[in-house]
T-cell receptor, first 113, second 114 residues
Framework: GAGVSQSPRYKVTKRGQDVALRCDPI?????LYWYRQALGQGPEFLTY????????KSGLPNDRFSAERPEGSISTLTIQRTEQRDSAMYRC???????????FGQGTRLTVV | GESVGLHLPTLSVQEGDNSIINCAYSNSASDYFIWYKQESGKGPQFIIDIRSNMDKRQGQRVTVLLNKTVKHLSLQIAATQPGDSAVYFCAEKKPKATGNQFYFGTGTSLTVIP
């Protein structure tokens, strides 16, 4: 595709359920980033992959959050036992290499009710 | 028009005027900075970047100034147009990052009055 694609665009889930958010980066992009953006705030770094290797997960808030990129392309961010405070826009970004400009997707709006 | 970023998150300017958006960053070890533009309903979009070995960098209608002494960044937009209306974020690269992991500021909302 032409840009970073995220699915679903919107997700409403009940508190306590698990959710999986998908990111399809720009073809050939080596680096992939996950950010979370609360309303009216700037994006908050969650985790970063180079190829399939998770290089930095220091931004994941707690152990309910995990991410994978098993084949170095598509990535999944999983949130277990969701809580209302997890409600936010989850954004994925990718870049050709780890030192180049990252391009953001349109995000997944997660609402936990 | 000018904003102080975190303290005045909204800036309104007349079309054709110059805009200045300010940002204070936190870590003196940060060596790379980016300004992003985010339009409603879209992801952040790269505008211009600057490395810590520079004080100033110019792009098309935009200039970024970096003052490392006081840990301050500014984005200047010349001849502001209605299409410039958006939220602008400064972002500092996480120190010792192996990739481009960034800390974003709160953002400043720019409204251009036709």
């Amino acid at each position: 595709g032409a840009g970073v694609s995220q699915s679903p665009r919107y997700k409403v889930t009940k508190r306590g359920q698990d959710v999986a958010l998908r990111c399809d980066p720009i073809s050939g992009h080596v680096s992939l980033y996950w950010y979370r953006q609360a309303l009216g705030q700037g994006p908050e770094f969650l985790t970063y992959f180079n190829y399939e290797a998770q290089q930095d997960k220091s931004g994941l808030p707690n152990d309910r959050f995990s991410a994978e990129r098993p084949e170095g392309s598509i990535s999944t961010l999983t949130i277990q036992r969701t809580e209302q405070r997890d409600s936010a826009m989850y954004r994925c970004a990718s870049s050709p290499t780890h030192q180049e400009e990252a391009f953001f997707g349109q995000g997944t709006r997660l609402t936990v009710v | 028009g000018e904003s102080v970023g975190l303290h005045l998150p909204t800036l309104s300017v007349q079309e054709g005027d110059n805009s200045i958006i300010n940002c204070a960053y936190s870590n003196s070890a940060s060596d790379y900075f980016i300004w992003y533009k985010q339009e409603s309903g879209k992801g952040p979009q790269f505008i211009i970047d600057i490395r810590s070995n520079m004080d100033k960098r110019q792009g098309q209608r935009v200039t970024v100034l970096l003052n490392k002494t006081v840990k301050h960044l500014s984005l200047q937009i010349a001849a502001t147009q209605p299409g410039d209306s958006a939220v602008y974020f400064c972002a500092e690269k996480k120190p010792k990052a192996t990739g481009n992991q960034f800390y974003f500021g709160t953002g400043t909302s720019l409204t251009v009055i036709p």
